[in-house]
């Protein structure tokens, strides 16, 4: 078996937003949002569930979900592999607009839902640790969550570092899977016994894709693999600019250094030479005032000649 890459586009949705597999979406909410009796996800329904794109361009990894479980909340699933800058707004304006676009104008507001907004990136985004974060509406003076219908979670893939042997929860393994699926040739031991796992690896199963399938999913990776390309000759650029830089202003540091220590000796002999003049001229009994206008030396510095002949 050949399995592909869930962080690629085409995988995740085809794995994550199958309408026909919705328990392996199930198990992933209620892993990674640690639900469990009352608050348990037990049905889904898709916005937007997966479709093989007919288009050139290549869409966003977005799930829009309609999660039923106690209060009938919202969720939206998003995988992003580039580090966006603006990625932070990004996921706020996505959860507020699925916020307000559960009511049509003129109904009450008090319908409104609580939306789950649940992110996988697959670069860096906080300076904590944990490859896990979870972001709420806190009172800042009660630490208190007084407005309880926004709630974020950010899942940095690269900061996961547990191997096969060492995953224990449903979370790690689903996070796991997601990292590695792409080296595996077969299921590992690990996840032969859960349901919605096997589930997750047979239709990663690249072999049982149709030829439709595998060319889009070549298309991404081919993207993925040019804006690798393109953001290291960024970053090679940047290093090479910097170097550039260091050593032009090690030259400079250098030439300036040079020409000051010159003009330092040229001054310093050119002020020895007048010294020596003005001895020679006061031992041929020249007065001051001559010699003054000759070397031009300042009084104080021709009475300490004087002093020491």
């Keep these: 078996m050949k399995f592909a890459d869930p962080k690629n586009d085409l995988a995740f ?3 994550f937003g199958n309408e026909n597999k919705k328990e392996i979406l199930i198990s992933f909410l209620n892993s990674v949002l640690d639900f469990k009796e009352e608050r348990t996800i037990v049905d889904v329904t898709l916005d937007n569930p997966y479709q093989l794109p007919d288009i050139k361009e290549l869409k966003e990894t977005i799930l829009d ?10 969720f939206i699933v998003e995988m992003q592999k580039k580090d966006l800058s603006n990625f932070a707004k990004r996921s706020l304006y996505y959860t507020a607009k699925a916020y307000v676009s559960q009511i049509d104008k003129g109904e009450e507001i008090i319908n409104l839902k609580k939306v789950y907004y649940i992110a996988l990136l697959n670069f860096n985004m906080f300076e904590n640790k944990n490859y896990i974060s979870r972001h709420l509406i806190i009172n800042q003076e009660t630490t208190t969550q007084d407005l309880k219908d926004f709630e974020f979670t950010f899942i940095e893939l690269k900061k996961f570092d547990l191997k096969l042997e060492e995953l224990n929860t449903s979370i790690d393994k689903w996070i796991y899977f997601i990292n590695n699926a792409s080296s595996f040739d077969l299921i590992p031991k690990q996840y032969e016994d859960i349901k919605e796992f096997q589930e997750a690896f047979q239709i990663a199963n690249r072999y049982s ?5 595998l060319e889009y999913y070549d298309r991404v990776l081919m993207r993925q693999m040019d804006d690798a390309l393109v953001e290291q000759k960024r970053k090679d650029d940047l290093k090479k600019a910097l170097s550039k830089a260091s050593q032009e202003g ?5 030439q300036k250094g040079m020409q000051k220590g010159m003009q330092k000796g040229m001054q310093k002999g ?31 510095e021709l009475d300490n000649i004087t002093d020491t002949i």
Excluded: C, F, R, Y
């Design 13 to 15: 949705k085809k794995i």
């Design 250 to 254: 090690m030259q400079e540091g250098m």
């Design 65 to 74: 979900i309609k999660a039923t479980n106690a209060n009938g909340d919202k």
């Design 209 to 213: 894709w149709n030829k439709k399938e």
């Design 270 to 300: 050119i002020k020895q030479e007048k010294v020596e003049i003005a001895i020679k001229s006061l031992k041929q009994g020249l007065d001051l005032e001559t010699i003054k206008i000759i070397t031009g030396l300042t009084d104080t």
